[in-house]
């Protein structure tokens, strides 16, 4: 499982289950984005959306709980980057006075 993986199902997931849009958006590709949604699922063994031949048409339940906990793990990652961000730079955080 990678954070890449992760990003790409939650925005699929943000953008209606629109895997072009979401490509354009990430600035990658539709078939590169569908096969690290399939490796992911293949990994965790379950299907994380519901297909008509090539498209997706609704997150199942077990991806509503993945995807839950992805958005999660992304937040958290973000939140890691700005903590990241605080202590490298000494003029950024925050003064409290007593």
């Known amino acids: 499982m990678k954070l890449q993986q992760l990003k790409y199902i939650a925005e699929v997931a943000k953008h209606d289950l629109n895997v072009t849009q979401t490509a354009a958006k ?3 590709s539709q078939p590169g ?5 399939r490796l ?4 965790l063994g379950v299907n994380i959306f519901k297909r008509s031949g090539k ?8 991806g ?5 906990l992805a958005r ?16 490298a730079d000494s003029s950024k955080g925050t003064l409290s006075i007593a």
Do not use: C, G, R
């Open 26 to 28: 990430l600035f990658t």
């Open 33 to 37: 984005i569908s096969k690290q949604i």
């Open 40 to 43: 992911l699922e293949n990994e």
């Open 55 to 62: 498209h997706l048409t609704e997150i199942t339940p077990a």
């Open 64 to 68: 509503e709980a993945v995807l839950a």
């Open 72 to 87: 999660n793990i992304l937040d958290n990652v973000e939140n890691i980057k700005h903590i990241a961000e605080e202590y």
